[in-house]
């Protein structure tokens, strides 16, 4: 019954920025871990970066430490990922997720998911 759209997507040259958005319900989506997750052609969904409910933890994944930032919107119901210095293997789907509060970070993990955006990073 949580329903994510994410938006932001796009074609951006390497080295440049995005900024992905990812809105829900205000009434339950503070009570959920988010996290951004991307698949490329042929790849598994893999985990980008995560933050607790609450805030006071975020993960990255290797491949993204120091260049993406998520964050979590004043209005409680929006989840941001900033992409600096994007790399043309960034490029793939790019989705929302929540979750309960645990402690893990698979796609199992997670009971939302949004629709997907697009992002491409040329060379």
């Known amino acids: 019954q949580v329903q994510l759209v994410e938006s932001g997507g796009g074609l951006v040259q390497a080295g440049g920025s995005l900024r992905l958005s990812c809105a829900g319900p205000r009434q339950s989506f503070y009570s959920y871990d988010m996290g951004w997750f991307r698949q490329a052609p042929g790849q598994e969904r893999d985990i980008v970066a995560a933050?607790?409910?609450?805030?006071?933890?975020?993960y990255y994944v290797d491949s993204v430490k120091g260049r993406f930032t998520i964050s979590r919107g004043n209005a409680k119901n929006t989840v941001y990922l900033q992409m600096n210095g994007l790399k043309p293997e960034d490029t793939a789907v790019y989705y929302c997720a929540a979750k309960k509060p645990s402690n893990t970070l698979t796609t199992l993990d997670y009971d939302y998911w949004g629709q997907g955006t697009q992002v491409t990073v040329s060379s």
């Open positions: 933050v607790r409910w609450n805030g006071a933890r975020t």
